[in-house]
């Protein structure tokens, strides 16, 4: 994820008037060996195999099994993280980020939180107050959490939504570091710090499963909320040519319009559909999640064979209607399966100071969303 210093004149309006935010720069953390790390023996696969593939995910509840290799005993050191969303049960984050903490030797747990909106704040309070290590979040959350988090790193300012929480203890010299490293002392305080690690990873997915070269090229963004707003602000740092954000909310789509055209002057931004042919259409809505959805685009106003590639951010249903769509019409097309993982992966480094292991990641993730016979 970039650091870079941001001035207040670059920072998103919403972020520059929540003025009861801690502007503490981010306090780079000391990697400790980790104290809960435990070195668990290898476990005899089970008969069956637990891991179901996605035309069974509608059928989905909450007593599914956990795959075994993330079966090791929790016990009363294991430390926790989890993702909040609304809805959460498609999620396949715990399985990618499960397989990462148990390949990492971490007696962690990774727990997917079903998180209405209005209790977003006192959610993020209990995960504080019961010192998870971390946080993601998800629809509709990501922009929400910017107004209840305690200190933002400069991902945030610059994207304006937070997808990450890092949960943080200050120790007696006063430094922020990860509560999971306070084992013999206690802090002296505790904080949540918001991250955003979604930026990098829809413009590194676009690249490598699109082969999309963004510089000078034409995109239509569909979806102006925490997604839209960070892919949004994102496309515009990698030089878009031309920018087209269509959204059901038309002033949230105006504003993200009005933000990118102060601070990229050589973007041309416009809200509504474009004329003519895009290099990329991106679906950064919630739409598709359900099968009920409509389609995020309005075919009376643009056709999908108008898009050279087309990406849909939700990963499952693997292939959306949307994507249906755009395939049979000879589009390329991608999910947001890989934009799944490199936030994932940097949302584990952030938390554990460790790089993350991709490939292991890559594959429970693969698994999850396609079956185990699947290799992607
Ligand atoms: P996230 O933080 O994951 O981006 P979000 O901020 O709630 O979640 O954004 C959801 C996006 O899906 C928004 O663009 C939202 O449109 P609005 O800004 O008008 O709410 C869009 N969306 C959700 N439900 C929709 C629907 N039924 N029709 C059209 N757009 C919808």
């Known amino acids: 994820m970039r650091r870079r210093s941001q001035s207040a004149a670059t920072e998103p309006s919403h972020i520059r008037e929540n003025s009861r935010h801690s502007r503490k720069p981010y306090s780079p953390i ?57 809805p959460i049960r498609h999620s396949a984050s715990p399985a990618m980020q499960n397989a990462g903490l148990a390949a990492l030797g971490l007696n962690w747990r990774y727990l997917a939180c079903e998180v209405a909106p209005e209790t977003l704040r006192s959610a993020i309070e209990g995960a504080k107050n019961m010192r998870f290590v971390g946080l ?58 918001g991250f955003n690690t979604d930026a990098e990873a829809v413009t590194r997915s676009l690249r490598e499963d699109l082969g999309v070269e963004l510089a000078g090229s034409r995109v239509l963004l569909l979806g102006a909320g925490g997604a839209g707003r960070v892919a949004a602000l994102k496309l515009a740092a990698e030089n878009v040519a031309e ?11 105006s504003a993200v319009a009005a933000e990118i055209r102060r601070r990229h002057l050589n973007v041309k931004v416009q809200v509504g559909y474009p004329r003519g042919e895009v290099d990329v259409c991106i679906n950064a809505t919630s739409l598709g999640l359900s099968p009920d959805d409509p389609l995020p685009v309005d075919a009376k ?22 994507l249906q769509t755009a395939k049979a019409g000879g589009s390329k097309i991608a999910n947001g399966l890989s934009m799944l993982l490199y936030q994932g992966a940097k ?12 490939a292991v990641m890559r594959e429970a993730l693969t698994k999850n969303v396609y079956g185990p016979n699947v290799s992607k």
Request: net charge neutral; with cysteine.
């Open 347 to 358: 949302a584990l480094e952030i938390w554990t100071g460790q790089s993350a292991p991709i």
């Open 30 to 86: 000391c990697v400790n060996p980790c104290p809960s790390v435990v070195n668990l023996p290898p476990r005899p696969r089970p008969a069956t195999n637990l891991f179901l593939g996605f035309e069974l995910w509608p059928r989905l509840n909450y007593n599914h099994g956990v795959p075994d290799e993330f079966a090791s005993p929790i016990d009363a050191s294991t430390r926790l993280c989890a993702v909040y969303g609304f």
């Open 243 to 253: 920018l087209f954000l269509v959204n059901r909310t038309h002033s949230k789509a």
């Open 136 to 193: 993601n979040l998800t629809v509709p959350h990501k922009l929400l959490a910017v107004d209840f988090v305690d200190a933002f790193d400069d991902s945030v300012k610059t994207w304006g939504a937070v997808n990450t929480v890092r949960i943080e203890g200050r120790d007696k010299n006063g430094t922020w570091l990860p509560i999971w490293q306070f084992t013999e002392t206690q802090p002296d305080k505790i904080r949540t710090q």
């Open 301 to 322: 106003q643009f056709s999908l064979r108008q898009a050279h590639a087309v990406y849909d951010m939700i990963y499952r249903p693997a292939e959306t209607q949307f």
